[in-house]
């Protein structure tokens, strides 16, 4: 089989505490086949999506990718890139797509786009409303299995979906039922995602879930509390049964990432590592 494949899924604002609360049987089998573990946010920067999401695609800390909230316009992202941009400079063999209902992490609304490519975005952005946001993830997810169904991978994948319900639903209705009925939908979504991979004849995928930060019971970040500072990465793929000892970094999904894809990091501030290394 081939293994030249990654898939990366996005869900912002996931609380740790609260995500075992809830059913989720797709990340729970990802969990059971690799690992689900907390990372603490790194203080170099504040619990805030824009900053958050930099540090994961980039591999870099908030001092040098440059975003400190969610205006991205003070962004360094020419050196250090993206990971998707970065795989398709050194492997153009590699398929790649992106899609996000929060358009600077796509198009250039807000100083974006954090993804130098591009990639699918609603054709307006969702109205600040519970479900608005919940339909777009849909529809993401939708465009996310269509390209997943139908794509050639000849010399390998790597598609990145994001997810923004949970954390749009914390901000609105605050970490009560709405807020897990959010992150159960999400994993629904996983679900699917997961399925369009697994009905790929021959590949054997990566996949990659991780979330920029928690929430305060009101709903909220951008502080220091415990529940804003702890995050979560579940990983499962080819000879991936453990995240290893040390401590893991958001910075990390781009250091495997980058590994499986056979790409190299060109940043010489990039702090991440493969999962599994010490």
Not at 49 to 74: A, K
Not at 115 to 120: K, N, V
Request: aromatic residues 6%; proline residues 8%.
């Amino acid at each position: 089989m081939t293994e030249d494949h990654v898939l990366v899924v996005g869900i912002d604002g996931v609380r740790y505490d609260t995500l075992g609360e809830v059913a989720t049987p797709h990340l729970d089998a990802l969990e059971a086949a690799g690992f689900l573990r907390p990372l603490r946010v790194n203080d170099a920067g504040p619990t805030i999506s824009g900053p958050g999401w930099s540090t994961i695609f980039t591999g870099v800390l908030t001092p040098d990718h440059g975003v400190v909230d969610n205006d991205f316009s003070s962004n360094r992202y020419a050196e250090p890139p993206d990971v998707v941009s970065l795989v398709h400079r050194q492997r153009p063999d590699v398929a790649t797509w992106v899609g996000a209902g929060w358009s600077p992490l796509v198009t250039n609304d807000s100083g974006g786009p954090l993804f130098a490519d591009g990639g699918w975005s609603p054709a307006s952005p969702p109205a600040h409303t519970c479900e608005a946001w919940l339909a777009v993830d849909a529809e993401m997810t939708g465009q996310a299995v269509a390209h997943l169904t139908a794509h050639a991978a000849d010399g390998g994948s790597l598609v990145v979906a994001y997810l923004g319900a949970p954390d749009e639903v914390a901000h609105l209705r605050g970490v009560g039922p709405e807020y897990r009925d959010a992150i159960a939908a999400a994993d629904l979504h996983l679900g699917r995602l997961l399925a369009a991979c697994a009905g790929r004849a021959g590949e054997d995928w990566t996949v990659i879930v991780v979330t920029d930060h928690g929430h305060v019971d009101d709903g909220g970040h951008g502080g220091d509390t415990e529940v804003e500072r702890t995050a979560w990465i579940a990983a499962s793929g080819p000879g991936l049964s453990t995240a290893g000892p040390r401590p893991l970094e958001h910075a990390d999904v781009a250091a495997h990432t980058l590994a499986v894809l056979g790409a190299t990091p060109t940043s010489p501030a990039f702090i991440g590592r493969p999962f599994g290394t010490r």
